[in-house]
């Protein structure tokens, strides 16, 4: 089982970016999917969750200006982010609970830089 994510990028304050994260490989079902990210210097922190059945949840810093949906058909999580800011600037990682065979394993995707930045 591979995560994959992509969509980081350089955008001004302000702008938007969407991230998307597929799953891939011998699934048979998938749980929560999360969107972390650990700014330079900082650790690692969960942003936002999205459960199997759609409910959400988002760290108050992101409330209001993050959205975060899946396509269970895709086995893809996205993170649309609007009203960047710089203290947004950090590596973004995704991370699901996911059922393979028998077992649920929790898996990070590689990482997508985001840079807030005039």
């Known amino acids: 089982v591979q995560l994959q994510a992509s969509g980081g990028g350089l955008v001004q304050p302000g702008g938007s970016l969407r991230l998307a994260c597929a799953a891939s490989g011998s699934i048979s079902s998938i749980n929560t999917m999360y969107w972390y990210r650990q700014p330079p210097g900082k650790q690692r922190e969960l942003v936002a969750a999205i459960t199997s059945g759609g409910n959400t949840n988002y760290a108050d810093v992101v409330k209001g200006r993050f959205t975060i949906s899946r396509d269970n058909a895709k086995n893809t999580v996205y993170l649309q982010m609007n009203s960047l800011k710089p203290e947004d600037t950090a590596v973004y990682y995704c991370?699901?609970?996911?059922?393979?065979?028998?077992?649920?394993?929790?898996?990070w995707g590689q990482g997508t830089q985001v840079t807030v930045s005039s």
């Open positions: 991370n699901a609970d996911i059922k393979s065979g028998y077992y649920v394993r929790n898996y």
